[in-house]
């Protein structure tokens, strides 16, 4: 994070800090000035700068002038845009920092804290940072670019908000390691919530929704007679936390079978079929495992070397042995 430039932060708390890598406002820079009435200028001032003899005062003045051009052309309106939006996102955090991602499947944001501060109950804002990676294309296309941090830093407010009540680690269940597959399922959720929001405030379009819809009936096939209520219920509704959504995503049936009141539509307990004999967990969907194919059965039984195949299981443990072939 070394040798980062700051830019313009008179629309921001006096004492926050927004800084850019440098060679992510250049690249921008660089790129949005093609065409642009006033590149006649721009390059004018630039290549004077190569008359300079010593390099480091070259750089800085090369660093100056794309920070100058940076704001002249207002590449980071968006980002004024949204903090201003959320006002806790300043009010928690102490800087945002904006680096070049070394390629698209790394775009995206996160917080980060001071090492010191991780074990603390309520980290001080002084050593929260947010961290924005992103590319020079992204940074050049203002409405998209808007699109994207809104996405972001609606993630970023869940995070500090203590309503929300975020932790970065999740809990193992009763069916041994399946970290990954649990984090997969809880996206899927906090996406579904963070775009709900957006949704409806216009800002994104109708088409978004049955997107949603859609990855939700894949990513919880056992679902299908209360889809449309579950979906509706994240998507439409809230707030939501992140207790929930962990709770959810760790066992969907079971969170179903308990919950008694969502949108007058579960206003009594739907009846399980019985235990999985895995996670011991209600089910309404048992499955008879020799029905399984071979490869999967034999995973399963590595890992529960005393259960019986003539046992029945739920979709979601078949769901997870099969994501981890």
């Given at each position: 994070m070394n040798n980062l430039a700051s830019v313009d932060s008179r629309a921001y708390h006096e004492?926050?800090?927004?800084?850019?890598?440098?060679?992510?406002?250049?690249?921008?820079?660089?790129?949005?000035?093609?065409?642009?009435?006033?590149?006649?200028?721009?390059?004018?001032?630039?290549?004077?700068?190569?008359?300079?003899?010593?390099?480091?005062?070259?750089?800085?003045?090369?660093?100056?002038?794309?920070?100058?051009?940076?704001?002249?052309?207002?590449?980071?309106?968006?980002?004024?845009?949204?903090?201003?939006?959320?006002?806790?996102?300043?009010?928690?955090?102490?800087?945002?920092?904006?680096?070049?991602?070394?390629?698209?499947?790394?775009?995206?944001?996160?917080?980060?804290?001071?090492?010191g501060e991780r074990d603390r109950p309520e980290p001080s804002r002084t050593e929260r940072t947010i961290v924005v990676q992103l590319t020079p294309e992204l940074l050049c296309q203002s409405p998209r670019f808007l699109d994207f941090l809104r996405r972001e830093m609606l993630r970023i407010v869940?995070?500090?908000?203590?309503?929300?009540?975020?932790?970065?680690?999740?809990?193992?269940?009763?069916?041994?390691?399946?970290?990954?597959?649990?984090?997969?399922?809880?996206?899927v959720l906090w996406d579904i919530t963070v775009d709900g929001r957006l949704y409806k405030k216009g800002w994104l379009p109708t088409s978004v929704r049955e997107?949603?819809?859609?990855?939700?009936?894949?990513?919880?096939?056992?679902?299908?007679?209360?889809?449309?209520?579950?979906?509706?219920?994240?998507?439409?509704?809230?707030?939501?936390?992140h207790p929930e959504l962990v709770s959810f995503a760790q066992s969907p049936e079971k969170w179903l079978a308990r919950t008694t009141d969502i949108e007058a539509g579960f206003k009594s307990a739907p009846t399980s079929k019985g235990l999985c004999a895995l996670c011991q967990f209600p089910s309404f969907h048992l499955i008879n495992p020799l029905d399984l194919p071979a490869d999967l059965l034999a995973q399963i039984q590595r890992e529960h070397p005393a259960w019986s195949p003539r046992e029945p299981i739920c979709r979601q443990c078949v769901d997870l042995y099969d994501a981890q072939l």
């Open positions: 004492s926050y800090r927004v800084e850019y890598h440098p060679q992510l406002i250049e690249e921008a820079v660089l790129r949005i000035i093609i065409g642009h009435p006033k590149e006649s200028l721009f390059r004018k001032e630039r290549d004077r700068i190569y008359e300079f003899t010593d390099i480091e005062e070259r750089e800085e003045a090369f660093q100056q002038l794309h920070g100058r051009w940076f704001n002249h052309l207002g590449l980071g309106e968006p980002v004024r845009q949204v903090f201003k939006l959320w006002p806790i996102l300043t009010a928690s955090t102490h800087r945002c920092l904006f680096v070049k991602a070394r390629s698209t499947k790394e775009i995206g944001a996160d917080l980060y804290l001071a090492c869940d995070m500090l908000d203590p309503c929300f009540g975020y932790e970065p680690n999740f809990p193992k269940g009763p069916m041994g390691p399946y970290h990954r597959f649990l984090q997969e399922r809880y996206k997107t949603h819809r859609m990855l939700f009936k894949r990513t919880f096939p056992s679902l299908q007679e209360e889809l449309e209520k579950l979906f509706s219920y994240f998507f439409d509704q809230g707030p939501h936390t």
